[in-house]
């Protein structure tokens, strides 16, 4: 048999694929010279068509959705990495809450439950039994001043006290026991509650341990439907029980209205103690009320002066500020301006001539918790020299404006939007907050601002 061919050394095989390479690229040498242009143009075109649909495909982020993507990164991971379970809804709004506090201590985010007080304050309306509680264990409170809403709970609007260091459990205050303060007639009072009765149980639920608000809670709910309420009462042997119904309660911002002395010298006195939706059309009843008995009873046949007593007020809506205010000044009065960056100036005037005659003499009172709404008022009647603001003490100097703004989920954002002045121009704010610190305020001292 032959012999095999012997295999070609390596080094010349590889010196015969480099001639033949050689040979390849000088024949196609004309080719690519005559197309060199368009194969560039073509290659160059395609790197602008891909850098462009790049471009498309990651556009721009804002700052404000790269800091909601963050927060909402943030909360998947520790809810789901974190070593205990987390309450990412709790975690929610107290970060919330901590930025929105930074700013001003009024502008906060309203939860469900928040909300939904926010709407009974300023509707003056809720679904409950008609008390007022007080005791419990303690509630984290604010130094601002909210609209009283005197209701099952506190006798005045929730606060969060936002901001604050929780007590370590040594120094936190003992529970006290919960206890009817007041108790409204047509309601609760008609049902056998009386002040200073001591709530033990509602629906079978222990009051021990509980805040007022928590057991505000309990007494709530939908009209039609009742509560079963255990209580001991000084002088009774035993606790006793009641069922209490539960409707619409109506607060009255007007909580008196009366002669201050004998009547035959006309004095008359109205305790404004809020500004829900109907305080002008309550303060104008008892203006009336006060006139028609003053011309049958007095000497001189009509009301000589009128006291307004807002100490303690804490304010409530700008329109039934204006609508008080109407009562009492000259019509086509400025009453207030409001001013903000992203609000329009507006200024509120009267349009209806006022009750009181110029002739009647008018007296404000005020304190240190005359705040918001009240300021407007007694501004109003300062400034245009329609009556006396008479206190002890400045009042509070709450002067900004809130925008309420419903959100998703039964939520809502309370937020300044502008400040309110009075007739004259001066800016009824006390305190300026500084823009991301809340809590580092300098005092305007009522100056107006420049």
Do not use: H, W
């Amino acid at each position: 048999m032959p012999e095999p061919e012997p295999e070609p050394e390596p080094s010349s095989k590889m010196a015969e694929i480099k001639q033949q390479a050689a040979s390849a690229l000088s024949s196609l040498r004309p080719i690519l010279l005559k197309f060199r242009l368009p194969f560039v143009t073509f290659i160059f075109g395609i790197g602008l068509t891909l850098g462009s649909l790049y471009t498309i495909a990651k556009p721009a982020v804002s700052p404000v959705l790269e800091q909601s993507i963050l927060q909402s990164t943030i909360l998947s991971r520790l809810k789901s990495t974190y070593v205990d379970p987390v309450d990412t809804e709790r975690l929610f709004e107290t970060g919330v809450s901590a930025m929105l506090g930074s700013l001003d201590p009024y502008t906060e985010f309203e939860s469900r439950a928040d909300a939904a007080d926010m709407r009974e304050s300023v509707s003056g309306k809720y679904g409950g039994v008609g008390l007022v509680i007080t005791g419990g264990v303690p509630d984290a409170k604010e130094d601002a001043p909210s609209p009283i809403t005197p209701s099952e709970g506190k006798g005045k609007g929730k606060s969060k006290g936002k901001g604050k260091d929780k007590e370590s459990a040594a120094s936190r205050p003992k529970a006290k026991p919960i206890r009817v303060v007041t108790a409204f007639e047509n309601y609760a009072f008609d049902a056998g509650m009386r002040v200073g009765d001591e709530l033990l149980s509602v629906d079978g639920k222990s009051t021990k341990d509980l805040s007022t608000s928590q057991v505000r809670d309990l007494l709530r709910g939908d009209p039609g439907t009742s509560a079963s309420v255990t209580f001991s009462r000084a002088g009774l042997p035993t606790p006793q029980t009641l069922s209490l119904p539960r409707s619409i309660v109506k607060i009255r911002d007007v909580k008196l209205t009366s002669f201050v002395g004998n009547p035959d010298d006309a004095i008359g006195y109205v305790s404004l103690s809020g500004f829900s939706a109907d305080a002008g059309r309550e303060v104008r009843a008892s203006i009336l009320a006060l006139q028609k008995v003053s011309e049958s009873q007095s000497s001189t046949g009509k009301l000589e002066g009128l006291i307004l007593d807002l100490r303690g007020n804490p304010g409530g809506l700008l329109t039934s500020a204006v609508d008080v205010a109407s009562l009492l000044v000259p019509k086509g009065s400025d009453i207030v301006s409001a001013k903000g960056r992203g609000f329009p100036s507006v200024v509120y005037r009267s349009r209806a001539s006022p009750l009181l005659s110029p002739n009647t003499k008018l007296v404000v009172l005020v304190n240190a918790n005359t705040a918001s709404a009240a300021e407007i008022v007694s501004g109003a009647v300062q400034d245009l020299d329609v009556g006396v603001i008479l206190g002890g003490d400045r009042t509070y100097g709450k002067g900004l404006v809130q925008n309420v703004e419903e959100l998703p989920y039964d939520t809502a954002l309370k937020f300044t939007v502008a400040k309110y002045f009075t007739p004259s121009g001066r800016c009824i704010q006390s305190t300026n907050y500084k823009e991301g610190g809340g809590g580092k305020a300098e005092s305007l001292a009522y100056k107006q601002e420049k």
